[in-house]
């Protein structure tokens, strides 16, 4: 229980930690021009909120809660919270009353950067154009990335865009074994009001709580 918070970091993390190498690149201009513009309308905002849910084969439904704001960001999911100011991130255990304090490299290509997810098709992986088709009621592109590398756990992604407003609806990860999970984008708030101590663990507001530094 006290991973399963932390599937969405590290199904992102899969992607973040595909380095781009020198095969020839296959890339879909059609494809390109999608993900370009929903890559710029994510860089332009100064901050914004997600909720999503989350399923896996095998796994409980889970949904969670999504802030990012420059190089900061929370997520909240399946009684856990992740915080990260940038330069600390700090996983908190409801359950437990625990948290994990450790360094965050935001340059480091393995780390977890949820904001990845909409470059990381510039780092290593060919990408197609799929199909447009209705999600939730609304009209999507469907681009497939595929990473060049062949020794990675990722066998492809699939990233549902926004026709209307460039947004990330979702994505599936498929791995090698042919396990298919699935994030579905449930509410988008763009230009979120937030302060940057929402980003910060605050010790005073969990009496008791037993830090574990793993700095």
């Known amino acids: 229980m006290r991973k399963i918070a932390l599937m969405f970091s590290l199904a992102v993390g899969m992607l973040a930690s595909v380095a781009a190498s020198g095969a020839l690149a296959q ?15 994510y ?3 100064p901050a914004y909120q997600a909720a999503f849910s989350y399923t896996a084969p095998g796994a409980k ?6 802030t990012v704001k420059d190089n900061k960001f929370r997520l909240k999911l399946a ?53 447009a088709e209705k999600q939730s009621g609304r009209a999507v592109d469907v681009i497939e990335l595929t990473p060049e590398k062949k020794n990675t756990q990722i066998a492809k992604v699939q990233i549902s865009v926004d026709k209307a407003d460039k947004s990330v609806r979702g994505w599936q990860i498929t791995d090698k074994s042919g396990k298919v999970t699935n994030y579905a984008i449930t509410n988008f708030t763009p230009n979120a009001k937030v302060t940057d101590s929402y980003f910060v663990f605050d ?4 009496p008791g709580v037993e830090v574990v530094d793993l700095r």
């Not at 439904?61 to 999504?66: H, R």
């Open 27 to 41: 890339k879909d201009k059609r494809a390109e021009a999608i993900l370009d513009a929903m890559s710029k309308k």
């Open 79 to 131: 009684g856990q919270d992740v915080y990260n100011d940038g330069k600390t991130m700090y996983t908190y255990i409801k359950e437990s009353n625990e948290v994990n304090v450790q360094d965050y490299d935001n340059s480091a290509t393995g780390d977890f950067n949820p904001a990845r997810i909409y470059s990381i098709y510039k780092e290593g992986y060919n990408y197609k154009y799929l199909k």
């Open 43 to 45: 860089k332009a905002l």
């Open 61 to 66: 439904p889970y949904t969670g809660d999504l």
């Open 203 to 206: 010790k005073s507001k969990h």
